[in-house]
């Protein structure tokens, strides 16, 4: 499978939610059974090494193996535990609600106590070595580099030429009109519709007439007698 994650912690994250309850129950059970156990990720698998590695954890669709580095404790239990691969040192869980977390814990007891003895006369197994007697090639258990997604059929000239078109912008700015209204104050004289007809009602009147008082009435005011004009014939004056 694809991995990502560097950390054993990280690698359990990106597992589907069965698997990853059922793997995390067995690293619980190697950090508690073997103290002073160092926990890996490499090639895919969690590695847990004691003066070198001694187990490994692999974690597949529909399958899980525990690589255990010390063929003789396989082979004392090959007839308790179901799925024990003698020929790769290791067991292999199909049901992953059926793991029986007893016997491996005693399995993992007994392959620490199996490591310090061996080391007391001969040498750890190296890591290309177990890879070996597991049977894993290091090509397979390798994650795959990451893909990188190349637009075929288009030189790059091309590419930036598209790129540069959508990023361009346009050349004349883009004008947003608004019809006129009476009611904005802010609309200028020379901006209203020339139509006489509405000038004419709207325009008020120039020069207003203004209304005078009746003389009757101002005669009426007036109540002092006026002296009365005599009119002279021509006689009178010629006479005089």
């Given at each position: 499978?694809?991995?990502?994650?560097?950390?054993?912690?990280?690698?359990?994250?990106?597992?589907?939610?069965?698997?990853?309850?059922?793997?995390a129950r067995v690293c619980s059970m190697i950090r508690r059974s073997?103290?002073?156990?160092?926990?890996?990720?490499?090639?895919?698998?969690?590695?847990?090494?004691?003066?070198?590695?001694?187990?490994?954890?692999?974690?597949?669709?529909?399958?899980?193996?525990?690589?255990?580095?010390?063929?003789?404790?396989?082979?004392?239990?090959?007839?308790?535990?179901?799925?024990?691969?003698?020929?790769?040192?290791?067991?292999?869980?199909?049901?992953?609600?059926?793991?029986?977390?007893?016997?491996?814990?005693?399995?993992?007891?007994?392959?620490?106590?199996?490591?310090?003895?061996?080391?007391?006369?001969?040498?750890?197994?190296?890591?290309?070595?177990?890879?070996?007697?597991?049977?894993?090639?290091?090509?397979e258990a390798k994650a795959p580099p990451p893909i990188v997604r190349?637009?075929?059929?288009?030189?790059?000239?091309?590419?930036?030429?598209e790129v540069k078109v959508e990023v361009e912008e346009p050349e004349?700015?883009?004008?947003?009109?608004?019809?006129?209204?009476?009611?904005?104050?802010?609309?200028?004289?020379?901006?209203?519709?020339?139509?006489?007809?509405?000038?004419?009602?709207?325009?008020?009147?120039?020069?207003?007439?203004?209304?005078?008082?009746?003389?009757?009435?101002?005669?009426?005011?007036?109540?002092?007698?006026?002296?009365?004009?005599?009119?002279?014939?021509?006689?009178?004056?010629?006479?005089?």
């Open positions: 499978m694809e991995l990502k994650a560097t950390t054993v912690g990280g690698y359990l994250r990106e597992l589907p939610a069965d698997r990853r309850v059922a793997m073997a103290r002073g156990v160092r926990e890996s990720m490499r090639y895919g698998l969690a590695f847990y090494e004691l003066h070198g590695p001694l187990f490994a954890l692999e974690s597949t669709e529909k399958t899980m193996t525990l690589f255990i580095a010390e063929p003789s404790v396989v082979e004392n239990y090959k007839d308790n535990v179901k799925g024990v691969l003698t020929d790769r040192s290791a067991i292999c869980f199909d049901d992953l609600n059926r793991i029986p977390l007893d016997s491996l814990e005693k399995i993992v007891r007994d392959s620490v106590a199996a490591r310090r003895e061996r080391v007391k006369t001969t040498p750890a197994p190296t890591q290309k070595e177990l890879l070996e007697l597991w049977k894993i090639t290091e090509e190349i637009p075929m059929g288009k030189d790059e000239e091309e590419v930036q030429q004349k700015p883009v004008e947003i009109l608004r019809a006129p209204t009476f009611k904005d104050p802010a609309m200028t004289a020379s901006s209203q519709p020339k139509n006489p007809a509405l000038k004419k009602v709207a325009a008020p009147a120039k020069n207003p007439i203004r209304r005078r008082a009746p003389r009757k009435a101002a005669a009426a005011e007036d109540t002092t007698p006026k002296p009365k004009r005599t009119r002279r014939t021509k006689a009178k004056t010629d006479e005089e």
